[in-house]
């Protein structure tokens, strides 16, 4: 036997017995909420002045594992995200949190197995960021006499970025003024959003036949690290 060939055969058992590391948990096991329900979508981006990233859209099945069931590249605010607790209105940026879903809308119909309540966008559809008015961060259809035309979204005006789109829950519930209004997930425009997260017109349309109200889904925006981590949500 040439010397060094025990030494080769014990390492090599050590090195097969070893087997492969353990597969790290999905994105929603590591979270520290995910909002109840058995549904949820993450939007995630690399650090806090990214403004491109990742959704991902995941199933809770009965045994409580995350299934991932689609993913696609996304864009965020044109200056990046910031705390929701700590967002200005105006800002352009993405408001990070875990967040409802209340309903969706859009120019174009319903794509096919949208569960989602539907709102269809027309030519008196507004999204009110006045801050003066009584429907701030409201759908006013007309617009509303107290929300001036020009602190507002004339829906229509946008033909691809509300082809189709989802309202994120943020500022929703108890708006307070001046924090901003009208963040939607919604198809992708020319580059960077106002704040909102935005994906290709597929993905859309693949995100509305997925997403089910029954199951409770919600939104974690957030980053890969840092205070801002979508794991801290």
């Given amino acids: 036997m040439r010397p060094g060939t025990v030494a080769l055969t014990v390492s090599c058992l050590i090195v097969l017995g070893a087997g492969p590391p353990a597969p790290a948990p999905p994105l929603p096991a590591r979270m520290a909420d995910t909002g109840g329900g058995t ?48 967002r200005r209105q105006g800002t352009n940026t993405t408001p990070t949190g875990l967040y409802g879903l209340p309903y969706a809308f859009g120019i174009k119909a319903a794509p096919r197995g949208t569960a989602y309540t539907y709102r269809r966008v027309r030519q008196g559809s507004w999204w009110c960021q006045d801050n003066d008015s009584r429907s701030y961060n409201r759908w006013t259809e007309p617009r509303a006499a107290d929300c001036r035309a020009a602190e507002a979204e004339h829906l229509i005006t946008y033909r691809a970025q ?21 963040i939607f ?29 029954a199951r409770r889904p919600h939104i974690a925006i957030g980053t890969r690290s840092g205070n801002t981590a979508v794991t801290r949500l």
């Fill in 39 to 86: 549904q949820l979508i993450t939007a995630v981006a690399p650090k806090r002045a990214s403004t491109t990233g990742t959704v991902t859209w995941w199933d809770r099945g009965a045994d409580g594992r995350w299934a991932k069931r689609g993913s696609t590249p996304a864009r965020f605010g044109a200056n990046g995200l910031v705390h929701g607790a700590s």
């Fill in 162 to 182: 509300y082809a189709h789109a989802l309202v994120i829950g943020f500022n929703y519930g108890r708006p307070v003024r001046g924090r901003g209004a009208g």
């Fill in 185 to 213: 997930l919604h198809v992708n425009g020319r580059g960077a959003t106002a704040g909102c997260v935005s994906v290709s017109e597929e993905a859309m349309r693949r995100i509305l036949g997925w997403a089910d109200p």
